[in-house]
């Protein structure tokens, strides 16, 4: 059987491979996993969820499988990821489970479990609640009585959520003009109070969910509505979130991209100038372009690698103690304030350095020179015998020689398909294609 834990948590179609069942399963597996007993005798679990119809038939199970392990529950409702996170450390609980496919279609969900502390799973805690979930059904303890849980809703999570984001924020946005994508999931109930309160002048779009229409032509996954909301309405800045909010990315006055190498290029510099960039350090994934890297050798920023995953950003902060760090996919991690990439709060963060520096996005994101960049998935039959080929090995080496200091090549086994990533960045988007084409030809032979 495929292992449960992909890259983040659980994800699958809906009521079909994930199920009400499974959800319950690895409920009951996490509670006993994580759940430590408290002085009162009792532990406590929060439940979240993003706007996704099949959210709540989901938190149903997740909160019997809880209880039905004498956990009491608290439910926060819908509520970004990040905000369960914070909830996670606010109310002392022993674990969270945050029920969202991120930035997945509408049919899809998830299930991403925090430890106490607010921290996403290690491996290896997620292969001892894999086991657990593979048990035989009666193969457990039942409480009964008094010992079974309660559950409750949580009113006021999500003001101390809010509350929390805007006492992090450096800067009023009193002078900028917003205009916020939801995509029409989990910040909609939240995002327009919190960029309002910080002083800005704010438009929402992407606000409206209703089930059925999160990531659907809006957010982080398709910024043609925002970029063109931008542009109508004359508006600094444009943000987007994903289903989740749990990530970052933007539109500048005029339009253009500003993906999440360029935010965390703006908010580490910021961070350095004001002295607060722990060890003058970045922590950034392997994904993270070569104009990045270069922008942060120039601005006397260390940059120290992960693999890909905020979870392994997030590793690498907590290790190092370290401040920043984050992906071109827009997660970012202010560790001062956040376990988790936080989307709205790296909005705000933004937003912050341009009012506290009087400069347009754009002119805070010149600094990173951003190179043609490639990504092609090659399928193999071994994705972990691809790194030992000696004609990979001799077409990379190749690769390497060609482009030198101006551009580079990666290669990443997928974490979960019998897929083999090719990578490649260089001066000019034809010759990132050719060689790009070239080691995928070799990787799809060997």
């Known amino acids: 059987m495929d292992r449960l834990f992909g890259t983040d948590g659980i994800r699958g179609l809906a009521n079909a491979d994930l199920t009400p069942e499974l959800a319950f399963s690895v409920a009951v ?231 999440g190498d360029a935010i965390l290029a703006i908010c580490a510099i910021g961070l350095h100038e004001s002295g607060r960039l722990a060890q003058d350090t970045v922590v950034a994934t392997v994904m993270s372009n070569l104009g990045f890297l270069k922008a942060m050798a120039a601005a006397g920023i260390t940059v120290h690698t992960t693999a890909v995953g905020d979870r392994h950003v997030l590793d690498a902060l907590r290790t190092e103690g370290l401040s920043l760090g984050g992906e071109q996919s827009g997660h970012v991690i202010f560790s001062e304030y956040a376990t988790t990439g936080d989307g709205m709060l790296t909005g705000l963060m933004l937003a912050s350095r341009m009012a506290a520096t009087g400069q347009s996005v754009a002119e805070l994101a010149s600094v990173v020179t951003r190179l043609p960049q490639v990504l092609l998935n090659v399928a193999v039959t071994d994705r972990s015998a691809v790194a030992e080929s000696a004609d990979v090995m001799d077409a990379v080496r190749v690769a390497e020689d060609e482009l030198g200091d101006s551009g580079r090549v990666l290669l990443r086994p997928s974490g979960t398909e019998q897929l083999v990533r090719v990578m490649v960045e260089a001066p000019t988007q034809d010759q990132a294609d050719t060689v790009a084409q070239r080691i995928a030809a070799v990787v799809a032979a060997s």
């Open 29 to 259: 597996a996490a509670a006993e996993v994580l759940a430590a007993v408290q002085q009162t005798g009792r532990s406590l679990a929060l439940v979240g969820r993003d706007s996704r119809a099949s959210g709540e038939m989901l938190e149903a199970a997740v909160v019997a499988g809880l209880t039905s392990a004498g956990v009491d529950v608290l439910r926060c409702g819908v509520i970004p990821t990040p905000g369960l996170a914070f909830l996670t450390v606010d109310s002392d609980a022993d674990l969270s489970i945050m029920l969202s496919a991120s930035h997945n279609p509408m049919p899809d969900n998830g299930i991403k479990i925090f430890a106490r502390g607010g921290h996403k799973l290690p491996d290896d805690i997620e292969e001892i609640i894999e086991a657990r979930v593979r048990r035989p059904a009666d193969d457990r303890v039942r409480p009964v009585g008094p010992d079974v849980g309660r559950a409750l809703d949580d009113a006021l999570g999500a003001a101390r959520y809010r509350e929390h984001l805007l006492a992090s924020l450096p800067t009023p946005l009193e002078a900028l003009t917003l205009v916020v994508d939801c995509a029409n999931g989990a910040a909609s109930s939240h995002a327009a109070r919190v960029y309002s309160d910080s002083g800005a002048t704010v438009h929402m779009i992407g606000d409206a969910p209703d089930g059925l229409n999160i990531n659907d032509g809006c957010g982080s996954t398709e910024l043609g509505p925002l970029q063109q909301a931008v542009l109508d309405l004359g508006a600094d800045l444009g943000i987007a979130h994903d289903g989740d909010a749990d990530r970052c990315l933007a539109v500048d006055a005029e339009g253009q991209i500003v993906d």
